[in-house]
């Protein structure tokens, strides 16, 4: 599968921004998906993943309550809607894909368990 992330920019603290991430291939609805993403000089971390199914998600504390991941399968599309946004998300966002075969609501918050990775796209947050 092909990961194709946008919907980045500048924005100001407080703002809302939707980021999104087509899919290509037939089998979206077989892969786990996540978002990470990657602050100037710094590892890159996990912000938030869905099941298979859409039922299942799980975020990282800082961005609990402000975050929503989502999916259409049926679009081969995965959102994360950003509201509240803080300078500290100042990253490139990454979104990633796991293959799930054997779980509608298996999810994974490890880098290493997602062998599929899009090019990233550019969130700025000024104060």
């Known amino acids: 599968v092909q990961l194709v992330e946008s919907g980045g920019g500048l924005v100001q603290a407080g703002d809302s921004l939707k980021l999104t991430c087509a899919a290509s291939?037939?089998?979206?609805?077989?892969?786990?998906m996540a978002w990470f993403r990657q602050a100037p000089g710094q590892e890159r971390e996990f912000v938030a993943a869905?099941?298979?199914?859409?039922?299942?998600?799980y975020y990282t504390n800082s961005v609990k309550g402000r975050f929503a991941i989502s999916r259409d399968n049926a679009k081969n599309t995965v959102y994360l809607q950003m509201n509240s946004v803080k300078p500290d998300d100042t990253a490139v966002f990454y979104c990633?894909?796991?293959?799930?075969?054997?779980?509608?609501?298996?999810?994974?918050?490890?880098?290493?368990?997602?062998?599929?990775w899009g090019q990233g796209t550019q969130v700025t947050v000024s104060s």
């Open positions: 869905v099941s298979r199914s859409g039922n299942t998600t």
């Open positions: 291939g037939r089998t979206f609805g077989n892969y786990a």
């Open positions: 990633a894909a796991e293959l799930s075969l054997f779980s509608t609501e298996y999810y994974s918050t490890a880098e290493r368990s997602y062998d599929h």
